[in-house]
């Protein structure tokens, strides 16, 4: 497994067959401390390096899954509202 993926995939275990794919993930693009959207009202994403699991097919940015997602961008992601137009399910 490559030296920067550290561990062991933490869905099913896998050690060796772990492989970084450059741009195989993608995360909010934060900027000024908030995510952003784009004129559709989609959210923007940034392309990230991705750590997959060929045995489970688990895959996240390598950040994610050495968890070492930076405190300040956790505060942002965890601050969301929900959408204006969401059904509340009783
Ligand atoms: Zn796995």
Same mark, same amino acid.
């Given at each position: 497994?490559?030296?920067?993926?550290? /561990?062991?995939?933490?869905?099913? =275990?896998?050690?060796? /067959? #772990? @492989?970084?794919?450059?741009?195989?993930?993608?995360?909010?693009?934060?900027?000024?401390?908030? %995510? @952003? %959207?784009?004129?559709?009202?989609?959210?923007?994403?940034?392309?990230?390096? =991705?750590?997959?699991?060929?045995?489970?097919?688990?895959?996240?940015?390598? @950040?994610?899954?050495?968890?070492?997602?930076?405190?300040?961008? #956790?505060?942002?992601?965890?601050?969301?509202?929900?959408?204006?137009?969401?059904?509340? #399910?009783?």
């Amino acid at each position: 497994m490559d030296l920067r993926i550290k /561990h062991p995939c933490p869905f099913c =275990g896998e050690r060796e /067959h #772990l @492989t970084i794919q450059e741009g195989g993930a993608i995360q909010p693009l934060i900027i000024n401390g908030a %995510t @952003t %959207t784009d004129e559709s009202g989609c959210e923007v994403v940034e392309e990230v390096d =991705g750590v997959w699991c060929e045995a489970c097919w688990a895959a996240a940015p390598l @950040t994610v899954w050495l968890r070492e997602i930076p405190p300040e961008r #956790l505060a942002v992601l965890r601050d969301f509202d929900p959408p204006a137009n969401a059904t509340v #399910l009783a």
